[in-house]
């Protein structure tokens, strides 16, 4: 088996892990601690918990000295955070079995952050472990607040920390941290839970280039696991947002309408955009009647989702609205937006949400 690589943060005297044998080496496990989710999952037979889209997080409570940690790991870039500080990373697939001693005795928080896209690959979660005789604790009360923000690279937080445009296919990957674009930026200032269903290249009817026609977003959206067309849909009633924030466009818009695609030219691609994002908006509104949707555009959509967010309030009068975003410096890899970008973009966002007080006064 493969041991995923550990980074230690912190003083070497005070924090002890060990990341070099395999899952089944390092004896038997004790309770497991119970956790809270942030992001789809799929709870497998056994208690294991596989994930795959962006950002997703997991929050848990123990009293003890230290943590193991059991992962099954695919591609993605994890990051471990306990009482608030980063103490480890996981960043090469394969297994995981991580233990972090030397805390001071007493309660402790943790928090397991996933931090790129990994989109046709996911990860196990086989469960945190309290060390030397520590006690699980209940997980975090739920704050009673929640936003699901769905989208493409811009919600993905694509290359956001990269220091330029330039990036390989690995810098893309290491450059990602999709915790500090703007979604998990503004959830986080507002005390709210979040999801983020957003996969990089895909529009509402055209994916970037006119690439892999029939998986626009519309079309992934309904999956637990991006790559994997089954199993579909939350249990009913499992995930209630107030606010779902919709941004979508950019690969539909951003590249010519070439020969042997569905629009015979940049009219019908507009109309067909409009069309399947009002249904689709729709279907949203339908299946989560307590949440208000706020729908993002640039300058090169805008007009559209003023049209869209028009044409949806008509049927659901106060429950929409659209914010247009402009002025971005684009510092990311692939000319994404930058950290930078993405406060702006969250400040944007939390305006909107605060004028409309999806939470109450």
């Known amino acids: 088996?493969?041991?995923?690589?550990?980074?230690?943060?912190?003083?070497?005297?005070?924090?002890?892990?060990?990341?070099?044998a395999p899952a089944c080496s390092q004896g038997p496990r004790g309770p497991r601690i119970p956790v809270a989710i942030g992001?789809?999952?799929?709870?497998e037979r056994g208690g294991a918990l596989r994930f795959g889209w962006p950002g997703v997080y997991f929050e848990g409570r123990f009293r003890g000295t230290g943590l193991r940690v059991v992962i099954d790991k695919?591609?993605?870039?994890?990051?471990?955070?306990i009482d608030g500080v980063e103490k480890a990373r996981f960043e090469r697939a394969g297994d995981v079995d991580a233990l972090i001693s030397g805390l001071g005795a007493g309660e402790h928080r943790f928090r397991l952050e996933k931090l790129a896209e990994s989109q046709n690959d996911s990860t196990r979660l086989i469960g945190f472990y309290p060390l030397d005789g520590g006690k699980p604790l209940s997980p975090p009360?739920?704050?009673?607040?929640?936003?699901?923000?769905?989208g493409d690279s811009y919600t993905v937080g694509y290359g956001d920390t990269a220091p330029g445009h330039s990036c390989s296919q690995a810098q893309i990957h290491d450059s990602t941290d999709t915790q500090q674009a703007f979604g998990p930026l503004v959830a986080r200032r507002l005390g709210a839970e979040y999801r983020v269903i957003a996969f990089s290249g895909r529009g509402?009817?055209?994916?970037?280039?006119?690439?892999?026609?029939?998986?626009?977003?519309?079309?992934?959206?309904?999956?637990?696991?991006?790559?994997?067309?089954?199993?579909?849909?939350?249990?009913?009633?499992?995930?209630?947002p107030q606010v779902i924030v919709i941004n979508l466009g950019t690969n539909d818009f951003s590249t010519p309408v070439h020969a042997g695609e569905a629009w015979r030219d940049d009219a019908a691609l507009h109309a067909a955009y409009q069309?399947?994002?009002?249904?689709?908006?729709?279907?949203?509104?339908?299946?989560?009647?307590?949440a208000r949707l706020i729908l993002m555009g640039s300058d090169v959509f805008h007009a559209d989702v003023t049209r869209i967010a028009g044409a949806l309030g008509k049927a659901a009068p106060g429950r929409v609205s659209a914010i247009h975003f402009t002025g971005l410096d684009l510092g990311g890899c692939d000319w994404h937006p930058s950290l930078r970008d993405h406060q702006r973009l969250a400040d944007m966002l939390q305006a909107e949400i605060i004028r409309?007080?999806?939470f109450g006064h």
């Open 356 to 358: 409309i007080r999806p």
């Open 1 to 20: 088996m493969r041991i995923a690589a550990v980074r230690i943060f912190g003083a070497a005297a005070a924090l002890a892990l060990t990341a070099t």
């Open 74 to 81: 695919g591609s993605d870039r994890l990051r471990l955070l």
């Open 141 to 150: 009360a739920p704050t009673g607040r929640g936003i699901e923000f769905i």
């Open 275 to 290: 069309a399947r994002y009002i249904a689709f908006a729709r279907a949203l509104l339908a299946k989560q009647p307590q």
């Open 204 to 240: 509402v009817v055209r994916n970037y280039g006119g690439s892999s026609p029939g998986t626009a977003m519309p079309d992934l959206y309904p999956r637990l696991i991006p790559g994997d067309p089954a199993p579909r849909e939350d249990a009913p009633g499992s995930w209630r």
């Open 39 to 43: 992001g789809r999952v799929v709870v």
